[in-house]
């Protein structure tokens, strides 16, 4: 039990650590998160051709709290 609620707290994910890969990583936000189909989608087209990326430094935190959110609630 007490292994399994380490292994759930190792994969709560920091808001500040996704904005920082946004930013100076080439948009690896995706790939942080686990989502490696979406993050080879976003980096083949650019973004989406630039549309995508804006959109993303609005949504980054509420997909890391849905992503924390799901974590907790096996905690």
């Known amino acids: 039990m007490e292994l399994n609620k380490h292994l759930l707290q190792s994969q709560i994910k920091s808001t ?11 948009d690896t936000h995706y ?3 686990g989502k490696w189909g979406v993050q080879f989608f976003f980096l083949i087209t650019l973004g989406a051709l630039g549309f995508w990326a ?11 709290e849905r992503h ?6 096996y905690m």
């Not at 500040?16 to 080439?26: E, N, P, Q, S």
């Not at 924390?68 to 609630?73: D, K, Q, S």
Request: glycine residues 6%; proline residues 3%.
């Open 31 to 33: 790939a942080y998160l």
């Open 54 to 64: 804006p959109i993303d430094i609005f949504t980054i935190s509420g997909k890391l």
């Open 16 to 26: 500040g650590t996704a904005y920082l890969l946004f930013l100076f990583l080439f």
């Open 68 to 73: 924390n959110a799901n974590i907790y609630i």
